[in-house]
């Protein structure tokens, strides 16, 4: 009866994953040119250490990132611990004392916290006199209206955009809609600069950010643009005073992007962005599968299977503790590293609830490898993305979802 069923759901979704090898040959042709402009060579791979002068290879893939982004300059770098470190990176590079930040997406990341300083911390903005602001979204969608009040009675420096939903019950915001509100936001305040959060984003569109107008771009190396293979690290992608001043906070004044040793990651780097299109569309496969068969399942599902996607997540509503700790228990017990480990929920630095959370991976915390994971609060949202192939993710979610029924 289960195979039946699973036969039914892979009829079912034929055409959307035909759409995604289409939109892996767009992005695939990208990478590929880009790398074929810069002439990547085996010499590019080798290794600098201490203070990392005359990285040929670093700097080589940093063009390739702005190739790629249609930005005029990026920092790639392994110095970065996570997306979470880049953005903070960012926010310190780009706002001084006085400042308004304005986030237009609602809350950002749990992570964000105390960087912004919604939870009290002597290292954030707030601490240094840098303000915040935000504007809720309205449907799913930018709140014009309020935005416009925002930003024609307040100075506002940095507007910040999270394109994923992270652990909200949003919906992810579509590259069509960035570039609607950003035209909107340009033609009220030219000068208002424009990040964006492209974390789980890239390569789930033929277009990025800075090709519909933003001005800065960030995003982490062990999800989408990482392929699996990059074992840390984030991109900062833009205007190149925005990436010099992110630059110079990274490293420090006077020396910024001139510094900083690729200690040997470079080929890791190199070819996590080289399989990164193929990884992102197995990713979008597994999510399609997922949504497919756990709504056949009578479970609420977001995006449906054949909805447009931002992101490489996928959410399923359980309305429940129990299911969504078997399920995710589930995805863990079918993964290729830690299988015999039991997911419990507990807590996690920067987030206020208590979290389970399935990664059987490669690289600690990759996401672009299949994982599963959210808070316990209501309605119990699991949320699942990544797969380094779809042949393993599709077997993973069988499974899970026998667990779950078991």
Not at 369 to 383: F, M, V, W
């Amino acid at each position: 009866m289960f195979e039946e069923l699973i036969k039914k759901i892979d009829l079912k979704i034929k055409d959307e994953l035909n759409k995604i090898d289409e939109l892996e040959r767009i992005n695939s042709e990208k990478v590929l040119n880009a790398f074929i402009k810069e002439q990547v060579a085996e010499t590019d791979f080798n290794a600098t250490t201490g203070y990392g002068y005359n990285d040929v290879g670093r700097d080589k893939l940093e063009r390739i990132y702005s190739d790629i982004f249609k930005s005029e300059d990026a920092l790639v770098r392994n110095q970065f611990i996570s997306g979470s470190h880049a953005l903070t990176v960012a926010f310190f590079a780009l706002l001084r004392p006085g400042d308004t930040l304005l986030s237009i997406t609602g809350k950002p990341y749990d992570t964000m916290d105390e960087v912004i300083g919604l939870v009290d911390n002597p290292s954030s903005l707030k601490s240094f006199g840098i303000n915040y602001m935000q504007v809720d979204l309205v449907n799913n969608d930018f709140d014009y209206d309020k935005i416009k009040e925002v930003i024609t009675t307040n100075k506002i420096k940095v507007i910040e955009i999270q394109r994923s939903k992270g652990y909200s019950t949003r919906c992810s915001l579509t590259i069509d809609k960035v570039e609607s509100i950003i035209s909107f936001i340009k033609s009220i305040d030219k000068d208002i600069i424009i990040m964006v959060d492209n974390c789980y984003c890239e390569f789930v569109s033929s277009r990025e950010p800075i090709e519909v107008g933003a001005d800065i771009a960030v995003g982490s190396l062990i999800k989408n643009l990482g392929g699996g293979i990059a074992p840390n690290g984030a991109y900062i992608v833009g205007r190149s005073n925005l990436i010099n001043a992110c630059a110079e906070r990274l490293t420090l004044p006077g020396e910024g992007k001139e510094v900083g040793p690729s200690l040997g990651i470079n080929k890791q780097l190199f070819q996590g962005l080289f399989l990164a299109p193929s990884v992102v569309s197995s990713s979008l496969k597994t999510a399609i599968f997922t949504s497919a068969l756990l709504e056949e399942l009578g479970y609420n599902v977001e995006p449906k299977y054949n909805e447009k996607r931002a992101d490489i997540v996928q959410n399923i509503i359980f309305n429940n503790e129990k299911d969504l700790i078997k399920y995710t228990q589930g995805i863990q017990m079918n993964s290729p590293i830690d299988s015999n480990s039991l997911p419990i929920p507990d807590d996690m630095p920067g987030y206020t609830d208590k979290v389970i959370m399935a990664s059987g991976s490669f690289t600690q915390g990759s996401s672009i490898e299949l994982s599963c994971d959210g808070p316990l609060r209501s309605p119990y949202i699991a949320y699942q993305q990544g797969s380094l192939t779809y042949a393993y993710g599709r077997l993973a979610v069988i499974k899970a979802v026998s667990n779950l029924e078991s």
